[in-house]
């Protein structure tokens, strides 16, 4: 690339998708959509600044230049070429689901009670080349469902998402059904304290807001994560955190990160014991981990984790409160540990609860796992079974 500048990175994404959406449990739309589009980020003078579009011409490289001039973004160089590790993550044809099959999948979750459901398939290739020699491509592949239910003024939602299509559409709409008519005979209980037991569902919803932040090295450099003072430290009873980016099939598994950084495995938690963190390139201190990705290709990378793998030494079966997902995730404090969260299709002996929530900081309820469960399931960036606490207060 002809331009006067100390370092380039070209980012390319590629995204092809077919899918179908259901409301009031008919089909509405099958569908087909592309899109695609370019990043360049340039170093000059230490100074890094990204532009993006559907082309990367003369024009857009000279305003990446012009920005890069009084850009606060620091960066001296972008990495080098290194030997990948490469796991499977393409495992879905989007060929294999031409419109017909589209259609059967939508008529086998048209269901009343459905109130609104979307089933995709995707096809993703990511590229990226830079003036240190990285030239990397890896195709993806994406089949999810996620259904919302509404039965007597009950409600709920199940989803599903995979590299490959391993999974039933209709078992997902069953189980949301099944949890609406569940909340809708919801009655509350007494405040106290129960055994509970957090779904997958529940479990990445808590961690990914009040504590995976904790591990951004950008955060624990600027003061806003505790773990600054805990490195060392055994803060989490017996559990095991590892963050592994290189799992076959994991959803968010690839073989570099969006800055053309090769993934590793990482340790971030060994027994209660904080051992690690996860860093994009700019705050890395020229040790990048592999975690830094763009939200789309006109997005700037930052940190993020990719598939965090969640071991117990003990295991065992669901007991007491079942919370099968979280309301107000998104508010707990990521510098403290603190959140409140409103339970969401919780049940107890098969009854459903309402208006009962959790209070707490997310270090010290960690310190209650009593046990997990057997089987795994991925939810968004958390692999995990069924996590069990004691000694959890709820209160209505």
Known sequence: MEVNVDGWEIYEERIRSRYVVLEDGKIKIIGEKYDSGKALRVIK????????????????????VKIARISEERLDDFPARKRLNRPRVYGVRLDDFD???????????????????????????????????????????????????????????EYCES??????????????????II??????????????????????????????????????????????????????????????PVIE?????????????RTEKKVLVERGVIKGSISDLIHSDGNPTGNGFREDYSSYPAISPTNVVLDFPETGEAEGVYVHAFTGAHTANFVSGDFSLKLMNASIDGKGIKGAMIYGNVY?????????????????YTTSPEIVLEGIEIKI
Request: proline share 2%.
């Open 45 to 64: 003078n230490g100074r890094c600044a990204m532009v993006s579009g559907k082309v990367i011409d003369n024009m857009m490289m000279e305003r990446a």
């Open 99 to 157: 419109e017909a099959r589209m259609k059967d999948i939508g008529e086998a979750m048209e269901t009343e009670g459905v109130s609104s459901a979307y089933f995709s398939v995707e096809e993703i290739v990511r590229r990226i080349e830079n003036s240190s020699g990285v030239d990397y491509e890896e195709k993806e592949s994406y089949a999810g469902v996620i259904v919302e239910a509404v039965v007597d003024g009950g409600n709920a939602y």
């Open 163 to 180: 590299r490959r299509f391993d999974f039933d559409p209709e078992d997902f709409v069953e189980r949301a059904i099944e949890l609406a």
């Open 183 to 244: 909340d809708s005979r919801a009655e509350k209980v007494e405040s106290g304290k129960y055994t509970v037991t957090l779904s997958p569902i529940a479990v990445d919803q808590l961690l990914t807001f009040s504590l995976y932040p904790a591990f951004y090295r950008e955060n624990i450099k600027k003061g806003r994560s505790v773990l600054a003072d805990l490195m060392g430290e055994k803060v989490m009873g017996e559990l095991t955190l590892i963050d592994d």
């Open 249 to 261: 099939y994991g959803i968010n598994s690839c073989s570099f990160d969006d800055e053309g950084v």
């Open 364 to 380: 010290e309820f960690l310190k209650k796992i009593s046990h997990i469960g057997k089987e795994v399931r991925q939810i968004g």
